[in-house]
């Protein structure tokens, strides 16, 4: 939903590193400031984060394995109470894992591949407004296949 009056600007760095060995490492870090103009003042925007970074960790292993470590934290996200005071809501890192196995087949499949993912191994709390929480922890399977 768009609000009428809000600015949202900040900086974001980002980092790959892929050495020699088959393994990527690559995330982002956000920073910004949410905020909206309410007649002649800036007030900050519900449930907003100004922290924002999911980093990423991939390899290949050998018979077309592939593995996937993700951590995604976020802080500094505020929320009003019932007297219209905002509350920081507490801070979350995720954490989600993921296995693939590569279905190429030269020829018939382009890019194929079967996967299982766990999103929020942990199952720790994240709250994306005061007093809801995000889901917890969630597995997914599936196969992505490109003709």
Do not use: C
């Amino acid at each position: 939903v768009n609000l009428e009056g809000a600015r949202i600007w900040g900086i974001e760095t980002t980092a790959r590193w892929a050495p020699d060995a088959p393994i990527t490492v690559d995330g982002h870090l956000t920073w910004s400031r949410p905020r909206a103009f309410e007649e002649d003042e800036t007030v900050q925007l519900d449930e907003k984060p100004e922290l924002l970074g999911p980093w990423t960790v991939t390899t290949d292993l050998p018979a077309g394995v592939s593995l996937m470590g993700q951590v995604r934290y976020t802080d500094r996200v505020y929320a009003r109470n019932d007297a219209n005071e905002f509350v920081r809501l507490p801070s979350s890192v995720i954490t989600d894992i993921r296995v693939g196995y590569d279905l190429s087949l030269p020829g018939r499949i382009e890019e194929g591949e079967l996967f299982f993912r766990v999103d929020n191994l942990i199952d720790d709390a994240k709250f994306i407004g005061l007093g809801l929480p995000g889901p917890g922890r969630s597995f997914r399977a599936g196969a992505e296949i490109a003709f």
